[in-house]
């Protein structure tokens, strides 16, 4: 059911290809499903002796054959239906792991444009809602199939032992059913592809409330958010009654196909009984081994529904798993001084231009500030450098090397990375100053940027200090605590290349104070690229450069900058930090105090 075109049966085949691994277990619950099916004649067959016979057994010894049979044929079929149900289970959560494995490992490698197209919603709902169905596909319909198209096979066979004729008169209906089985999928296969859109909906609704939990506080944002995932729900409801009503639109379609088969094949049989031709026995066993099939039928009828769901849920998995990771070309050795060159880079984003035309150079061990309002491209610049994005013209050279000649984990290994929006795991605040590669780095390592970064100050009045829990992405810490775990990952890392995108930007002035210092000591020796806007950080850099709509207006040293009464002048008087307006000695007169 639903194999009928190559695009089906390639996606299906791909899918029990993820079985092959668990191939003994799976096999063990298909040899028990088919010896169920291989029992289901027995139950006519023993009817069949005591019609014959007119109960002529009573008061013989055979009058407990048939009993004990019936109670051992139950057994049989009990301990076989146990040992298929629980191994095909074993291996459908196996597989559903695997596939889940698969996905991660895809997604985890995947470029940074991937996730900017896709909500967080609709990821996780691939690897929640989507495997589920998927795990229906490999248990419901694997079970209904192999087992309840083994149990109409061997009725089928039974029926024609006790009456050829009549047995092939139901081959008749098999026409029919096929066309209306095939003209079902189609529809119930598009039902669930937006069924599994409208779950990612769900979720992203969900995730969005529990990260801006606050914001919906403070702006009493409670019915619009309601009203959100009120819609999210009842399209999802929606479309999932539609799959609903369309799988039991089908079920009693076939079963009436069937029915009027079999009330056909009951006359033809009651008037061979009348002219003699079979038995009383032949007849009841024939009327209740074609019962029995009535069963199989109605649930090969209904696992459609879940091969569509599963099949579709599929394509949705398999689209991530193969998905395009990012381009890895380079083999080159991992850059040892820093120097890098910006030659002619231009950046769009659909028909948005980011960066235009940008060239720079920034020495080894220099320090370069980007400067400039929101949207002008600093953070799109320095995201160019770890390869998250690929320049639409132009090139990155570092070391005189272009970017595509290193190997993506030897570029990233160079670089030490904090930004604004500092992202920590659900651990400890020691494993996520020790993370990733770094988790080999020695407890002293840890522990001495730990001190650098000041983290230890606060750590030391947590319960458990550095080993405390910090909860999701640090939701028990400040801000400003976040942000200096992030400046002790990158103390530990001690790479030649240096990336700070606003990292002193959750800090108040106590606590910057504090973490300058590190910082300075961080940015010694190494290529820094600074994204700030605390007068303290800038004017310390070898070189600032200001970017305005994706253009470089102006570059030079602080003092120089400030003498030309141009953009930087500008910018400067109004004070990067958020401070109030003012002539250009009451910014540095604010600078100083600071210090």
Not at 6 to 25: D, I, K, N
Not at 56 to 75: E, I, Q, S
Request: glycine share 8%; with cysteine; charged share 20%.
């Amino acid at each position: 059911m639903g194999f009928v075109d190559p695009r089906t049966r390639e996606l299906y085949a791909r899918l029990l290809g993820h079985l092959a691994p668990h191939w003994r277990v799976f096999a063990l619950s298909v040899v028990a499903m088919v010896a169920l099916a291989a029992t289901e004649w027995m139950l006519p067959a023993l009817l069949k002796p005591l019609i014959d016979k007119d109960f002529d057994l009573a008061g013989r010894g055979d009058l407990y054959a048939t009993p004990a049979l019936l109670v051992g044929l139950f057994l049989l079929r009990g301990s076989l239906s146990y040992v298929g149900t629980v191994a095909l289970a074993w291996v459908a959560q196996r597989t559903m792991a695997d596939l889940r494995v698969a996905m991660f490992r895809s997604l985890v490698h995947l470029p940074s444009p991937f996730f900017d197209q896709r909500s967080a919603g609709e990821l996780i709902a691939k690897f929640t809602f989507d495997v589920t169905q998927v795990s229906q596909a490999t248990t419901r319909v694997i079970s209904v199939l192999v087992k309840d198209s083994a149990v109409v096979v061997v009725l089928l066979i039974y029926l024609v032992y006790l009456n050829w004729r009549l047995a092939l008169f139901l081959l008749l209906f098999a026409p029919p059913i096929g066309y209306v089985v095939r003209r079902v999928s189609r529809r119930m296969r598009q039902m669930s592809r937006r069924l599994q859109a409208s779950v990612g909906d769900i979720n992203q609704v969900a995730e969005e409330a529990v990260r801006g939990q606050r914001e919906i506080k403070v702006f009493d944002a409670y019915q619009s958010e309601d009203e959100r995932f009120g819609r999210a729900t009842d399209g999802a409801r929606k479309f999932h009654m539609k799959v609903v009503r369309t799988s039991a639109m089908l079920v009693p379609l076939i079963q009436l196909i069937v029915a009027c088969g079999i009330a056909l094949m009951i006359v033809f049989a009651l008037d061979q009984a009348a002219a003699g031709v079979i038995t009383r026995g032949d007849f009841i066993a024939f009327v209740t081994a074609t019962a029995l099939l009535l069963s199989p039928i109605k649930r090969l009828a209904g696992a459609n529904e879940f091969l569509q769901r599963g099949l579709a849920a599929a394509e949705s998995v398999f689209a991530l798993v193969d998905a395009e990771r990012e381009p890895d070309p380079g083999s080159a050795p991992a850059p040892r001084r820093g120097d890098i060159r910006f030659e002619h880079v231009s950046v769009t984003y659909g028909t948005t231009t980011a960066l235009a035309d940008v060239s720079l150079e920034v020495p080894a061990g220099s320090t370069l500030a980007l400067v400039g309002r929101s949207g002008g491209g600093k953070t799109t610049l320095v995201n160019l450098v770890p390869g998250f994005y690929r320049p639409s013209a132009g090139r990155v050279l570092i070391d005189d090397r272009p970017l595509e000649d290193y190997g993506l984990a030897a570029l990233r290994g160079a670089i030490a990375y904090v930004g604004q929006s500092v992202v920590l795991f659900n651990d400890t605040i020691y494993n996520n100053i020790a993370y990733g590669s770094l988790r080999d780095a020695s407890r002293e390592a840890v522990l001495a940027a730990a001190e650098r970064a000041q983290v230890t100050a606060f750590a030391r009045d947590l319960p458990d200090g550095l080993d405390t829990l910090i909860g999701d992405n640090g939701m028990r810490l400040s801000g400003g605590q976040r942000q200096r775990v992030a400046i002790a990952r990158a103390l530990l890392k001690d790479a030649p290349i240096l990336i700070l995108d606003e990292a002193t930007a959750a800090l108040d002035n106590e606590a910057e104070r504090r973490v300058h210092d590190a910082l300075q000591a961080l940015r010694a020796g190494r290529t820094s690229l600074v994204v700030a806007h605390r007068l303290s950080t800038i004017e310390q850099a070898d070189r600032i450069a200001v970017l305005e709509h994706g253009h470089i207006v102006e570059s030079g040293r602080h003092a120089e900058l400030l003498a030309a009464g141009g953009a930087y002048a500008r910018l400067y008087r109004a004070g990067f930090d958020g401070a109030e307006a003012g002539s250009v000695d009451g910014a540095a007169t604010r600078v100083a105090d600071e210090a």
